[in-house]
Every structure is written in C-alpha cells, then in structure tokens.
C-alpha cells in the first residue's frame, strides 16, 4: 500500500513565500493550482514559431501560450524517441535508469528489466542493450503523488508506456481517454478511427479537436478542487493525414525551396495548436486561468525520415539531425512553462532544463514537504543549480517514494529559472544506446550538455573497444558540424566524467563490445550523413545479391530504412530502423484484399498500409501483431474501396534479421493475384 499522505486543510501560506520577487504583472497562485502538461509528439524545435525557425507553420495558440508563460530556448527531451521521455516526465527518472530507451511499450512481450544484448552484425562496433517494454509501476509518478494530495487526475491521448496493468489508470490517473495503448492514433487523425472503444461523434471528426474538447468537459467537472491533467497529443506523429480543407489552405502556401513544404504536415501542426487554443479558451472561461500551471513540451525532435507530399514531414534547421539522432534535432525540443505569480509573462530563458526537471520543479514549487511526510519526502534547496552528473543526494532533491522501492530523481528543479535567475554548470544527459540507422544516425550513445558545450560519446567507437566522442560548441556551431574533440582533450576527458558518473549514478545497462566485429565490413563513411532512403544502409558492391531496393531478386518490392538480401529463396531483412517497410506497386490491384504473408520474426506490432494515390496520398492502414520467435502464416484483410496504389508492408523494429520468404496480394475485383516468392 502506498503511505498515507498528510494533507493540507488551509491555503497554501508556505506556497506563496516560496514565490518571491514576484513580477508585478502576474498574479499569484491561490490554495492548490491546477497543472496541466501538454506534451507534442514529434513536434520538432523548429516547428512552432516559437524560435523564428519557420514562416510556413502557424502557431498562434503557442504564441498565446508563451505571451502568459515562459519560453525556454534550450529546453530538450529525454531521449530522441518517444516512450523513454513519457517515463521520464512522469518519474523524474532518467530511461538509463528506468531501462525505456525505445518506444517499444505497445509490444506484446514484457520486459521489466534491462539486460546486456547477446549479438550485432559483424558491421557494428557494440552490441545494444535489450530494453524494457514496460513502466513499471513501482516507480512512483507525479500523478500518483498529486493524486494522494488531493488532486483529481486524468489522461487524455497517447501514452504508449504500456496497457494494462501498466495503463495511466494504474499509474495514478483517475481517468483515462481513450485508454489506448499503441504508438499513434488507431488508424487516421480523421475518424472513422480503430480505437478499441472510442468512437467518433460525427463523421470526419478529428482526434485533436475530441481531445481537447474532452479534456475541457473534464476540467468542467473538477473545477471546484484542483486536478492534474496530462493531455499527450497523438499530433504530429505519423499517420500523415489532416482535415482536407487545411491541407489544401496550406497547399497554395507551399514555398518549393522552403525544407518545410509539406501541406499535410502543416495541417497537422494547425490541428496541434487549435486543440492548445480549446485548452486556454476553456479555461479562461472557467476562470482558471490565473490559478493554473501549464507544462507545454515535446517528447522528440521532428521526423525527418519519413515521407508525405513528396517530401519529408518537416525540417529541423538550423539544427542538425531529427527524431531517434542524438544531434540537436532529435533532442531540442520547443517549451514554455505558464506558472502565475513565478515565471514573468512573455519572458525566455535560455536555462538547459530537460524532461526529468518537472516533476522535481512541480514539487518544490507546490511545497512538496507539505504533499508528503518530511521523513518520505524532501525538497530541494529552492536555489540549488545541479552542476555534476552526480544524481542528487536524498538531501539535494526530492526522494521518489515508490511503492516498493525509493530512489532519488535524475532530474533538477528548475524553479530558479522560472523567476528569472540562471542555472550556471547545470549538466543534462540523454542517453540512446540504439542505432535505428535513420538519415543523421550515430551509433550507441550517450551524451552531456553543459553550459554552451556538448559531448556525445559513441560507446567503443574508437579503436580497439574504446569510447570516441563528438565535441560541438553550440554557441558558435548550433549545426554541429565542427568536431572540436581532437582540439580540447581536457574537455571531452571533464565531460566525459560526468557521464560515466551518470550511467553509474543511474544504473544504466550499457553497450559492450562486440567480438564479432569485422572491420572489413564497417563502413565508417556513412556515420552521421543524411542519406538518400534506401542508400544510408546499402552493402558495398561486393555483396550478395539483393544488395538495394532496385534488385531484381526483391521481384518489385522495395526496401526502406533496412537492408533486404535474398537468399535460398528467402528475404533477409537487416539493420531494421523504426520505419521499416516493404513497399509495392500494387496498380491492378483494387477493392478488398488479401494480403498472406510467412514471416519470422520478434514479437511486435506492426501495420500494413496502402496509398490509394500513390506516394503523399492519404495512408489507410490496418495492424496486426506477431507472436514472434518462429515462422508464422500472416492474414491480413485490406478494406480498399478503390485501388491500391502502393502497399506497404511494415516490420517491427529490432535489432535481429526478419526473414520472410512469400507475400501474394488476392483482390477482388478479379485481377490476378500477385504472388512473389524470392
């Protein structure tokens, strides 16, 4: 059972000292203020306007926001990948810790430990980790501690961290909507969606425009007492697709020499910031507004190496790299934090603050002393700037009561920011010790901010197993395109400290050397370098046949984001990054179909989808789900209406060959199966 918290009966007196030199122009917080936290997925740094990155993007609703908060210009998510920084912001913990270190969480297999990995092709260096698939729920989060104080908790959108029994509603929400636990929205962001029970009110409806409408009919009900309420948008992951008529507004303001040219993608964008523009019109009618924190983030840079409209989803200059790249585009992530009577209106910041510092924020500015027993529970010092790897002691931070274990949070407050004073030395660390093999990928890594330097270290990248690293002063290279490590060995050997104290601090499960490394078959040249789909992962000339997508042992099919050989009859896919597919050019093949498949491969969700209209047409899709571990007949029915276009088979990602040896399309419209057995 978790501990009986003592609490308050009075208004928060000890709450408004906590809130000095207050700026003239807000008003301060009253009894318990609400908290909301809005977190975007995939929504890079330069996809607002928040930072004058783009003119293509319309934000208005985020420049609302900010007008009544704080903006944070170097404010950066857990990790380049989804699920690792959703359990860093409920916990405070950092996913070295937790072992999420990819958005694995809708898989059917769980995993609750993190272990060191058994094997890599000869072309890798090290071997990755095995990750967990699940938050467990012994880790206590800011729900479950807010709920015991007395708030009211919901959930509203994506959680991907797990289904039940680690669903929000076993990880202290009260409410959860709609209680889904795969990586994106079930289908289309336009309804008719494939939600398990939830289900559109109207035709056409879009999943952000129900959200945000829900999550205010929620507040509604709870306005009386204060309530947490986490609204994690579905927008701008993929599925690419959008209300038509913005599409088409967005359409004829296509610039072709702007990197942001897609209409679908700003569509999507327009959706995320109307569903902002609900929240605040709710609560401004409520009169909530001025009691009210409100936490608005991203969980990862933007997707750079998908595909719609012809182009990719969005760009990320002047940053360097996007979601699942340790570079600046996959971790800065846009944020502004509206906290009335401490963070001054209309006011930036340029303080280093990262998905592990809200939770201890929230909790030090809410008195968490007075949430908690003293004795379970501790703030940290009110001016306390962490400026080591070192995680904090129990009497530096505030200790993370769980209910079967205690640990101290990775993260800092960041309190001292939000009025106005610097956090000078702060280190923040995100550790990725994967390599999905997306354009700008980098093997295994781990790495450090500090001040206007940063250090990536590629675990045993060097030379005979040792470490190499990647050195950037981001103040003169915000496009990280000077290595400075050569230059300043004395830095990288002090940066480098701090993160081998924290993957110690942390517990963290690291990559290891792989003895089955052959350097005649690595290919350093491609490290780091955005590369055409289909060529960033390409074998050299000397290999076996079926050595790219254009060979005619793959019969048609193309490979993306892996490599496809074939042999004895069966196709061998290899380094299979998070979009991994097979794409078909299936013109004859119209109306329902299909699809039969014998693949081999981990357990996992994965999806097969068509393209009515070819490449930038709207995706229909329809999942499905392997058991995994040996050779499995798949039958998947695809409800076409009308042609085909492009079919697209997709494999989970893994770090293991997926071996499949036969897919036939049947339609009925009585044209000829298409059968193809390498």
Not at 307 to 334: Q, W, Y
Not at 391 to 406: D, G
């Amino acid at each position: 059972m978790k501990p009986l918290l003592l609490l308050i009966v009075s208004s928060f007196t000890i709450l408004h000292s906590s809130f000095s030199a207050q700026p003239d122009s807000a008003k301060a917080l009253t009894g318990k203020p609400n908290i909301i936290v809005i977190l975007a997925d995939d929504l890079g740094w330069s996809d607002t306007t928040l930072y004058g990155t783009t003119t293509f993007y319309q934000t208005p609703n985020v420049e609302r926001l900010a007008k009544r908060g704080m903006t944070f210009t170097r404010a950066y998510s857990a990790s380049p990948l989804c699920s690792p920084t959703r359990s860093a912001l409920l916990t405070g913990l950092s996913p070295a810790r937790t072992g999420i270190t990819v958005p694995n969480c809708h898989e059917p297999r769980v995993v609750l430990q993190a272990t060191t990995g058994k094997k890599a092709p000869p072309d890798q260096k090290a071997i990755m980790p095995d990750p967990v698939t699940r938050l467990k729920t012994e880790y206590r989060t800011l729900a479950e501690t807010l709920k015991d104080a007395g708030y009211a908790t919901a959930h509203f959108g994506k959680w991907h961290l797990g289904p039940e029994p680690y669903s929000p509603l076993q990880q202290g929400f009260d409410f959860d909507l709609p209680h889904h636990p795969g990586p994106g929205p079930a289908g289309s962001f336009v309804a008719p969606w494939k939600f398990a029970n939830f289900k559109e009110k109207s035709p056409g409806e879009h999943i952000e425009d129900r959200m945000a409408a829900e999550a205010v009919a929620w507040m509604e009900q709870q306005k009386e007492k204060p309530f947490y309420l986490n609204y994690w948008m579905f927008s701008v992951h993929a599925p690419f697709d959008a209300k038509k008529a913005n599409i088409e507004t967005h359409r004829g303001r296509v610039d072709p020499k702007d990197a942001q040219r897609s209409p679908t993608y700003a569509a999507m964008i327009q959706s995320m910031d109307d569903a902002i523009g609900t929240l605040l019109d709710g609560l401004d009618r409520l009169k909530l507004a001025d009691n009210t924190i409100i936490i608005f983030t991203a969980d990862n840079g933007g997707n750079m190496y998908n595909e719609v409209d012809g182009t990719t989803p969005t760009s990320n200059r002047p940053l360097r790299g996007g979601k699942a790249t340790m570079f600046e585009g996959g971790t800065r992530v846009p944020c502004v934090i509206v906290w009335p009577g401490t963070a001054a209106p209309g006011s930036r910041s340029d303080a280093l603050v990262q998905s592990e510092d809200f939770h201890p924020t929230l909790l030090e500015g809410l008195q968490s002393s007075h949430l908690a027993p003293r004795d379970e529970q501790s703030a940290p010092p009110a001016n306390k700037a962490p400026n080591s790897s070192k995680t904090p002691s129990a009497k530096e931070s505030p200790k993370l009561v769980s209910r079967r274990e205690t640990a101290s949070f990775d993260g800092h407050s960041i309190l001292p920011a939000l009025k106005g004073d610097t956090l000078a030395g702060k280190a923040v660390f995100q550790y990725f010790p994967h390599n999905p093999g997306v354009p700008d990928w980098l093997p295994p890594a781990v790495s450090v901010h500090r001040d206007d330097w940063k250090l990536i270290r590629l675990f045993h990248g060097g030379e005979n197993g040792a470490h190499r690293h990647l050195l950037f002063n981001l103040r003169d290279d915000l496009g990280e395109k000077n290595n400075l490590a050569a230059q300043k060995p004395e830095l990288v050997d002090e940066l480098d400290a701090l993160i081998e104290g924290f993957l110690i601090d942390t517990k963290a499960v690291v990559p290891v050397p792989n003895p089955a490394f052959d350097p005649a078959k690595y290919r350093p040249e491609l490290e780091g370098k955005q590369q055409s789909k289909g060529k960033a992962k390409a074998p050299a000339k000397s290999a076996a046949k079926g050595k790219d997508d254009g060979d005619p042992a793959l019969q048609g099919w193309k490979a993306r984001d892996c490599q496809a050989a074939v042999k004895d009859g069966t196709l061998r896919l290899t380094k299979i990054g998070s979009a991994c597919f097979l794409g078909f050019a299936a013109g004859k093949h119209s109306g329902p179909t299909t699809a039969k498949f014998r693949i081999k491969a981990k357990a996992g969700s994965s999806h097969f989808d068509w393209l009515p209209g070819g490449v930038g047409s709207k995706e229909q899709r329809v999942d499905f789900t392997l058991k995994g571990g040996d050779w499995e007949e798949m039958t998947v029915e695809l409800p076409a209406e009308g042609p085909l276009g492009i079919v697209r088979l997709y494999v989970p990602m893994q770090d293991t060959p997926v071996e499949i040896d036969g897919i036939e399309l049947t339609s009925k419209n009585g044209s000829k199966p298409t059968r193809t057995g390498f």
